[in-house]
């Protein structure tokens, strides 16, 4: 198929084996079809493999990657020397992941959109670290019939999404666990205090602003995301 066919593009996607290497994920476009290739070690280079294959890199009129300096570089990255073999293999960013990057500036730029993910983060850690106060959550939660707290993403912000949603649904049952937690004399000084801290931070009018702010936003920012990556987006 691949050979009967001109190689319209290429795109190399990264993961992490459970053994801890890393891995490549090769994927190849023809005209019209998207097809899985193949994983191959990190460290061998794109060309050797599809020269194996008996493929031709000339052939290729796109490519796809992420933005990371070692595949999206303008001199030394992939795209720059697939470009010296081939200057027809033309680049185009990862859209996903450049929407990513722009929710991360986003909020790298305003300190309390910063914080009010920081507590985010905090509120999911607290109760996730402990089975007991993961059951004190989720009885108020089974009241009602609420989703439980989602844990972020650094780079996934549907993740983030789903965690704001949440967060906005179980206001009132994270506050009363959280003052449940406080107030519990059995519990340790320094679990008491934390939860105290996030219970005076999360009943805050600023809080509640920012959750509010940002729950629309991430909303339409999932969809987008999802949008992107559909098989009917080319």
Not at 40 to 47: F, G, M, R, Y
Not at 111 to 135: C, D, G, H, M, P
Not at 152 to 181: G, H, P, V
């Amino acid at each position: 198929m691949i050979h009967s066919k001109k190689l319209s593009g290429a795109e190399n996607r990264k993961r992490t084996h459970a053994k801890n290497e890393a891995q490549a994920k090769i994927l190849l476009k023809t005209a019209k079809l998207e097809t899985y290739f193949s994983f191959t070690d990190k460290q061998l280079h794109t060309s050797p493999v599809l020269e194996s294959h008996g493929l031709d890199i000339n052939n290729c009129r796109g490519q796809s990657y992420d933005n990371a300096s070692n595949m999206s570089g303008r001199y030394t990255g992939l795209q720059a020397r697939i470009k010296k073999v081939n200057p027809l293999a033309t680049f185009v960013p990862c859209s996903a992941h450049s929407l990513n990057l722009v929710g991360e500036c986003a909020v790298d730029c305003c300190i309390y959109a910063s914080e009010f993910f920081i507590l985010l983060q905090n509120i999911y850690k607290f109760f996730s670290a402990s089975t007991y106060r993961w059951e004190i959550l989720q009885k108020n939660l089974i009241k009602t019939e609420n989703v439980s707290l989602k844990k972020l993403s650094d780079t996934r912000w549907s993740a983030r999404s789903d965690a704001s949603i949440s967060l906005n649904k179980n206001w009132i049952e994270i506050i009363n666990a959280l003052s449940f937690i406080k107030d519990d004399k059995t519990e340790k000084s320094i679990t008491r205090s934390e939860a105290n801290g996030l219970y005076l931070k999360l009943d805050s009018l600023e809080t509640a602003i920012m959750a509010t702010l940002w729950g629309d936003i991430l909303e339409r920012f999932n969809k987008t995301s999802k949008q992107l990556q559909s098989v009917e987006i080319d």
